[in-house]
């Protein structure tokens, strides 16, 4: 076994890595770019060196400075995560070529699997079954065209190199194709260097089910069970649970022998998923294969009791698989879903920003948490804005969803924009509790996913009432003056105060009165008791509610019933005499890259017409009209790297 090995990534896998290493005695080398200097997996790791500037290009893409650091850390082994450079075939090679264990597939084996055309004609070859398509190396833009209406539509495109739901797009007509294949191009040679494309038939409502497999180097290779990824959004995964709802135990057999034949096609070894796409009959089709370990590796070591990292590093040091075939347990439910700053009700925009506030369920048998950030950590523009994965395990599906919806409402992020309310939503939703999960769930169940905004009840408003005036009288007691004491106290008669919130559009009042033992909202008596600082325990007449309020600036977050609810107090101190202003404009809704202006200046636009794409956080970001009008100008240019909220287009919308 290692004694020291080096992590290639950074974020939750580095973490991830670094916890096994621990426990097995493995000293851990760390590098981080300069706008990761202070993260966690840096303050977790043993040693840590810095690989170079915030982009990735120049930092964690780096093959040659990491083999450097390699060297003069002493570390045996790279462990490379997944994303960067975890299907990298020549970073696979340069670590052989410095006498470097890569803890992970042969270089054959990266190569072979590497191209997604190349990797489908070797599974032909090994009989695993295929989709419809066309996978050849003639990327002549009107061949492609041509295929594509062969197969016929819907028919989704998809970058050889890619992953991850980057570079694809699903084509449902003729017309739109000669735009999706450019914008799938663009995407992939941003993403992979490589904008080499394939077509395959688009199945309607598939279910999107992968296989984890562990191959070691004495040739034995089995399958640890299926797991279902079919919950997505723009083809990225946001649910993940094993076992599938939708398998009985002959399919997942079958697809188990289809998995480990395609692993052994290539020579396989270590950990690796095969992905399928399935149909409502119970037909599979190869899609790819992973040749790293996956985000979602965590529901299968929840439902069989082992460590795959550990595995990982067993078997790269040479040892064989602990376990065979019929020794694989399959043990209760689990579900996995990835918590992002991002904002669901503004198109899932990324977010970036410090976590002001982070409080997550206390782990156990049953819960689970990973993640590479802690409270004051910042979620930069730089890399994938995931905050933290939030798994469960319990002994049946129904019972591992309302431990999901617990785990979820004692989840509080402020700071940043986060997904939490939509994953609520999602993971209740009657469709994926009866295990009616399928690729176009979220599009097709948006409107309740994601409702429009409503009125929010009295209650809210009065928790945050009565949280403020706990501020107030928590301020006061610190301030450790008679003048600053904010008790109500009146010489004649009980003090009376109205405050004033917002929400959108919503305004709402509290009026109170103070009495010797709490408050009094209209006739009910109300008392509020901090348990921490931001923990609050909430009398209201006959309800006694335990919530979470944080504030953040002019905003009381207050978390309350599994939900969080981001209010404005009015403060009559701050706001008096204020004037109202409008703002408009078309700006960068966050920093990021300009790649294309799409429309003439001068010309006249519908609403909704394409102005301009941004690259942000490895997405591209499409601008749009706001309404009917002229694109007077352009404010910047293709290659233009631009900050949040500077001004892009000069718009005149026209009535």
Same mark, same amino acid.
């Given at each position: 076994?290692?004694?020291?090995?080096?992590?290639?990534?950074?974020?939750?896998?580095?973490?991830?890595?670094?916890?096994?290493?621990?426990?097995?005695?493995?000293?851990?080398? +760390?590098?981080?770019?300069?706008?990761?200097?202070?993260?966690?997996?840096?303050?977790?790791?043993?040693?840590?060196?810095?690989?170079?500037?915030?982009?990735?290009?120049?930092?964690?893409?780096?093959?040659?400075?990491?083999?450097?650091?390699?060297?003069?850390?002493?570390?045996?082994?790279?462990?490379?995560? /997944?994303?960067?450079?975890?299907?990298?075939?020549?970073?696979?090679?340069?670590?052989?070529?410095?006498?470097?264990?890569?803890?992970?597939?042969?270089?054959?084996?990266?190569?072979?699997?590497?191209?997604?055309?190349?990797?489908?004609?070797?599974?032909?070859?090994?009989?695993?079954?295929?989709?419809?398509? /066309?996978?050849?190396?003639?990327?002549?833009?009107?061949?492609?065209?041509? *295929?594509?209406?062969?197969?016929?539509?819907?028919?989704?495109?998809?970058?050889?190199?890619?992953?991850?739901?980057?570079?694809?797009?699903?084509?449902?007509?003729?017309?739109?194709?000669?735009?999706?294949?450019?914008?799938?191009?663009?995407?992939?040679?941003?993403?992979?260097?490589?904008?080499?494309?394939?077509?395959?038939?688009?199945?309607?409502?598939?279910?999107?089910?992968?296989?984890?497999?562990?191959?070691?180097?004495?040739?034995?290779?089995?399958?640890?069970?299926?797991?279902?990824?079919?919950?997505?959004?723009?083809?990225?995964?946001?649910?993940?649970?094993?076992?599938?709802?939708?398998?009985?135990?002959?399919?997942?057999?079958?697809?188990?022998?289809?998995?480990?034949?395609?692993?052994?096609?290539?020579?396989?070894?270590?950990?690796?998923?095969?992905?399928?796409?399935?149909?409502?009959?119970?037909?599979?089709?190869?899609?790819?294969?992973?040749?790293?370990?996956?985000?979602?590796?965590?529901?299968?070591?929840?439902?069989?009791?082992?460590?795959?990292?550990?595995?990982?590093?067993?078997?790269?040091?040479?040892?064989?698989?602990?376990?065979?075939?019929?020794?694989?347990?399959?043990?209760?439910?689990?579900? &996995?879903?990835?918590?992002?700053?991002?904002?669901?009700?503004?198109?899932?925009?990324?977010?970036?920003?410090?976590?002001?506030?982070?409080?997550?369920?206390?782990?156990? +048998?049953?819960?689970?948490?990973?993640?590479?950030?802690?409270?004051?950590?910042?979620?930069?523009?730089?890399?994938?804005?995931?905050?933290?994965?939030?798994?469960?395990?319990?002994?049946?599906?129904?019972?591992?969803?309302?431990?999901?919806?617990?785990?979820?409402?004692?989840?509080?992020?402020?700071?940043?924009?986060?997904?939490?309310?939509?994953?609520?939503?999602?993971?209740?939703?009657?469709?994926?509790?009866?295990?009616?999960?399928?690729?176009? !769930?979220?599009?097709?169940?948006?409107?309740?996913?994601?409702?429009?905004?409503?009125?929010?009840?009295?209650?809210?408003?009065?928790?945050?009432?009565?949280?403020?005036?706990?501020?107030?009288?928590?301020?006061?007691?610190?301030?450790?003056?008679?003048?600053?004491?904010?008790?109500?106290?009146?010489?004649?008669?009980?003090?009376?105060?109205?405050?004033?919130?917002?929400?959108? &559009?919503?305004?709402?009042?509290?009026?109170?009165?103070?009495?010797?033992?709490?408050? !009094?909202?209209?006739?009910?008596?109300?008392?509020?008791?901090?348990?921490?600082?931001?923990?609050?325990?909430?009398?209201?007449?006959?309800?006694?509610?335990?919530?979470?309020?944080?504030?953040?600036? *002019?905003?009381?977050?207050?978390?309350?019933?599994?939900?969080?609810?981001?209010?404005?107090?009015?403060?009559?101190?701050?706001?008096?005499?204020?004037?109202? *202003?409008?703002?408009?404009?078309?700006?960068?809704?966050?920093?990021?890259?300009?790649?294309?202006?799409?429309? &003439?200046?001068?010309?006249?636009?519908?609403?909704?017409?394409?102005?301009?794409?941004?690259?942000?956080?490895?997405?591209?970001?499409?601008?749009?009209?706001?309404?009917?009008?002229?694109?007077?100008?352009?404010?910047?240019?293709?290659?233009?790297?631009?900050?949040?909220?500077?001004?892009?287009?000069?718009?005149?919308?026209?009535?």
């Amino acid at each position: 076994m290692f004694t020291k090995i080096l992590i290639a990534n950074r974020g939750e896998i580095a973490c991830r890595v670094i916890a096994t290493c621990r426990k097995l005695g493995i000293r851990t080398v +760390a590098v981080y770019s300069e706008a990761d200097a202070g993260a966690r997996h840096v303050r977790l790791a043993d040693e840590a060196y810095c690989v170079g500037p915030a982009a990735s290009r120049e930092s964690y893409l780096r093959i040659e400075r990491i083999v450097e650091v390699c060297k003069q850390s002493g570390a045996q082994a790279v462990h490379p995560g /997944y994303g960067f450079l975890s299907e990298n075939e020549n970073f696979a090679k340069a670590c052989e070529e410095n006498g470097i264990v890569f803890i992970g597939p042969p270089v054959k084996s990266i190569r072979a699997m590497g191209s997604k055309s190349a990797a489908k004609a070797l599974m032909q070859e090994a009989k695993v079954p295929l989709v419809p398509g /066309y996978h050849g190396n003639d990327q002549d833009p009107a061949l492609l065209q041509r *295929e594509a209406d062969r197969i016929g539509y819907p028919v989704l495109i998809k970058a050889s190199a890619g992953g991850g739901g980057k570079g694809m797009r699903v084509v449902n007509a003729t017309d739109e194709f000669t735009a999706a294949l450019a914008s799938c191009q663009r995407e992939a040679r941003t993403s992979f260097g490589d904008d080499r494309v394939l077509i395959e038939k688009y199945l309607q409502q598939p279910r999107h089910i992968e296989i984890q497999v562990f191959a070691d180097k004495a040739g034995h290779t089995i399958s640890l069970n299926e797991r279902d990824c079919s919950a997505q959004r723009r083809h990225q995964k946001v649910v993940e649970e094993a076992p599938a709802p939708s398998v009985d135990a002959k399919q997942r057999a079958a697809m188990g022998r289809a998995a480990c034949d395609a692993a052994r096609a290539v020579g396989y070894v270590g950990a690796g998923t095969v992905e399928f796409i399935a149909d409502s009959q119970g037909n599979f089709y190869f899609m790819e294969m992973n040749t790293r370990l996956q985000v979602e590796h965590p529901v299968t070591e929840m439902i069989t009791g082992l460590d795959l990292v550990e595995w990982q590093l067993r078997v790269a040091s040479g040892e064989d698989l602990p376990l065979t075939q019929e020794q694989v347990p399959l043990n209760g439910h689990s579900i &996995e879903v990835r918590i992002y700053a991002e904002e669901p009700e503004k198109g899932f925009l990324p977010s970036v920003g410090r976590l002001v506030y982070f409080k997550t369920p206390q782990p156990s +048998a049953h819960v689970r948490l990973d993640t590479g950030v802690e409270q004051g950590d910042e979620i930069t523009p730089h890399y994938d804005p995931m905050i933290a994965k939030l798994i469960v395990w319990d002994r049946t599906r129904e019972a591992a969803i309302e431990r999901m919806l617990g785990a979820l409402a004692d989840t509080h992020i402020v700071g940043v924009g986060q997904n939490v309310n939509f994953l609520s939503r999602l993971v209740g939703h009657r469709a994926f509790r009866e295990g009616r999960v399928d690729t176009g !769930l979220i599009e097709r169940e948006r409107a309740e996913l994601i409702p429009a905004a409503t009125n929010l009840p009295a209650e809210v408003f009065q928790v945050a009432a009565l949280a403020q005036l706990s501020s107030e009288r928590t301020a006061a007691d610190q301030a450790a003056s008679p003048w600053s004491i904010a008790d109500g106290w009146r010489i004649n008669g009980a003090q009376r105060r109205t405050l004033q919130f917002s929400v959108g &559009e919503q305004t709402e009042n509290v009026a109170l009165r103070y009495t010797p033992t709490g408050y !009094l909202i209209g006739d009910e008596p109300a008392r509020v008791q901090r348990l921490s600082d931001a923990s609050l325990r909430i009398s209201l007449g006959q309800r006694h509610l335990e919530t979470t309020v944080v504030p953040q600036g *002019e905003q009381l977050h207050v978390f309350l019933r599994g939900a969080h609810h981001a209010i404005t107090y009015v403060d009559p101190l701050i706001h008096a005499g204020e004037s109202e *202003e409008t703002h408009g404009g078309l700006t960068a809704p966050m920093p990021g890259k300009i790649i294309a202006l799409l429309a &003439e200046p001068g010309a006249e636009v519908a609403k909704g017409a394409p102005l301009l794409v941004m690259e942000a956080m490895k997405m591209e970001l499409t601008v749009f009209a706001p309404s009917k009008g002229k694109l007077v100008s352009y404010l910047c240019s293709a290659g233009d790297q631009v900050k949040e909220g500077v001004p892009l287009v000069d718009f005149q919308a026209i009535a």
